[in-house]
T-cell receptor
């Protein structure tokens, strides 16, 4: 069962904000939202995670709706190096064996 | 700061051969994982370990065995390789602190082809 739904692809102009949506309408109260990205064929890179509050770090911001049924990853100033596949994952904190990577969103940053 | 290191990076095997993939982490993480990624697909969990001496099955464990004899190492074995096991294999590790919500850190993968 897919826990998240993401658009298969998105484009973004270099220097602009990239807003990547994720739908997780069946999320449980104890499930966190995680975002990873995979650049070309490298190993996935952790970006950010949150439970219900919005989060920000040096890479991105995570906005979670009040009902927690969807979230948006924001890359504030996208660069060409941000071109990657972005994965939105929900899981219970203690269930480390439950990282379900779907197909993700392929973000292409264009000059 | 090496993080998660996978050995080898590339390997070509013949059907029926055996081999072991090595994963080493220097972050003193308790949890370690092995995933496979087939073309155009997301990662799928093969086996994982929550501590030294313990292992458990993931989503796609058939045809693989694992061992965690030392905290920093997690080995993935293929006893009799099959063409269906051609894939990119990723190892990851994570800490158990913070109630278990810590992110996983991944290696750069091992590209395995079985002819």
């Amino acid at each position: 069962d897919a826990k998240t739904t993401q658009p298969p692809s998105m484009d973004c102009a270099e220097g602009r904000a990239a807003n990547l949506p994720c739908n997780h309408s069946t999320i449980s109260g104890n499930e966190y939202v995680y975002w990873y990205r995979q650049i070309h064929s490298q190993g996935p890179q952790y970006i950010i995670h949150g439970l219900k509050n919005n989060e920000t770090n040096e890479m991105a911001s995570l906005i979670i709706t009040e009902d927690r049924k969807s979230s948006t990853l924001i890359l504030p100033h996208a660069t060409l190096r941000d071109t990657a596949v972005y994965y939105c994952i929900v899981r219970v904190a203690m269930n480390n064996n439950d990282m379900r990577f779907g197909a993700g969103t392929r973000l292409t940053v264009k000059p | 700061n090496a993080g998660v290191t996978q050995t080898p990076k590339f390997r070509v095997l013949k059907t029926g051969q055996s081999m072991t993939l090595l994963c080493a982490q220097d972050m003193n993480h308790e949890y370690m994982y092995w995933y496979r990624q087939d073309p155009g697909m997301g990662l799928r969990l093969i086996h994982y370990s929550v501590g030294e001496g313990t292992t458990a099955k993931g989503e796609v464990p058939d045809g693989y065995n694992v061992s965690r004899l030392k905290k920093q190492n997690f080995l993935l074995g293929l006893e009799s390789a099959a063409p269906s096991q051609t894939s990119v294999y990723f190892c990851a590790s994570s800490s158990h602190t913070g109630g278990g919500n810590q992110p996983q850190h991944f290696g750069d993968g091992t590209r395995l082809s079985i002819l």
